[in-house]
């Protein structure tokens, strides 16, 4: 396992909280490493110690722009061409993963491409949190673990409400693609009723919600989802959940993009509050005012300490 054993961590320029966080968790030193530019834009890496024989992890978040998967390949290549032992891409939130097969005519599968691009250039294993869809991992020719955000949601929403019952409250999924996560949420709650919002996309980033499967009237609502992007979807589902008689409604979701007027939509919501995970940084001045941010870092610091040493992941998905 290398010279010393030791865990070697570094990051790109997209998750460097996120590398502190997790250091911290672990008690390790991040690797030094330099991340910058050249006159003209081109990005610039460095590993700046001895890597030879490690194991390295190499945490990056890929969400535009795509400078963050340049300088995630990059990082790659540079730990590979200094002799590391194995090289871990940790990446919270995988990016272009929501085109994961050929739905129209001439459009790509960006979710593979990923994939061949990552491996191509040295990584060998990938470990990544709530990706867009399960059967990404079978792109990949080298080992996956995806994560669930699902047990830092549970115990926060454990610690809001120390006495949940049936009779109160519903997991939503917000749609048909999600109903293995809300299902799985519901369970570590308590086997919770599970409703589903029945809606279709006349085109991306655009959601109508048709009707909501499921008894809401009178419960608190707990939408869970893996990417909150320009909120439509989730307005609509909210405002959906309320004309059927639900009491409050929460919204967990992992990757908090919050693009364009997300904010603005998001704010004029019927939503008690919005929780959203750290996998993604820099969107602190796109985050609605209900939204709540909490950490993934000790969950990402456990798998990769298990990870390291051989052991199970299994434990992190009980």
Do not use: C, W
Not at 39 to 45: A, P
Not at 119 to 138: F, K, M, N
Not at 164 to 178: K, L, T
Not at 248 to 258: A, M, N, Q, R, S
């Amino acid at each position: 396992m290398g010279k010393d054993n030791r865990i070697r961590i570094l990051s790109g320029s997209a998750s460097m909280q996120l590398l502190e966080k997790i250091s911290h968790y672990l008690d390790v030193e991040p690797v030094d490493t330099y991340v910058g530019r050249f006159s003209d834009g081109e990005i610039r890496v460095q590993i700046r110690e001895n890597i030879r024989g490690d194991n390295v992890y190499i945490i990056q978040s890929t969400n535009p722009p795509g400078d963050n998967i340049m300088e995630l390949l990059l990082l790659i290549d540079a730990a590979k061409r200094a002799s590391a032992r194995s090289i871990a891409a940790v990446i919270p939130y995988f990016g272009y993963a929501r085109q994961d097969r050929k739905d129209a005519p001439r459009v790509p599968i960006s979710a593979k491409v990923m994939a061949n691009l990552l491996q191509t250039v040295g990584a060998s294993r990938v470990l990544t949190v709530d990706l867009h869809a399960d059967q990404i991992q079978g792109f990949f020719d080298i080992p996956v673990d995806n994560l669930y955000a699902i047990p830092v949601f549970k115990e926060y929403i454990q610690k809001k409400f120390p006495d949940i019952n049936r009779n109160d409250f519903v997991v939503v999924s917000p749609d048909a693609g999600g109903t293995r996560r809300a299902r799985l949420f519901a369970r570590k709650l308590g086997d919770l009723p599970i409703a589903l919002i029945d809606k279709r996309r006349p085109r991306p980033n655009v959601a109508e919600v048709m009707n909501v499967i499921g008894e809401v009237e009178g419960k608190v609502a707990i939408i869970v989802d893996d990417i909150i992007d320009t909120g439509n979807s989730v307005r609509s589902a909210s405002i959906a959940l309320k004309e059927k008689g639900a009491t409050e409604i929460y919204v967990l979701i992992t990757h908090g993009i919050f693009s364009g007027r997300a904010r603005e939509i998001l704010d004029d919501a019927p939503i008690n509050e919005i929780v959203i995970t750290d996998t993604i940084e820099g969107n602190e001045d796109r985050l609605p005012a209900k939204a709540r941010k909490i950490s993934i870092a000790g969950l990402m610091g456990e798998a990769i300490r298990r990870i390291h040493y051989s052991e199970s992941l299994s434990v992190l998905f009980l």
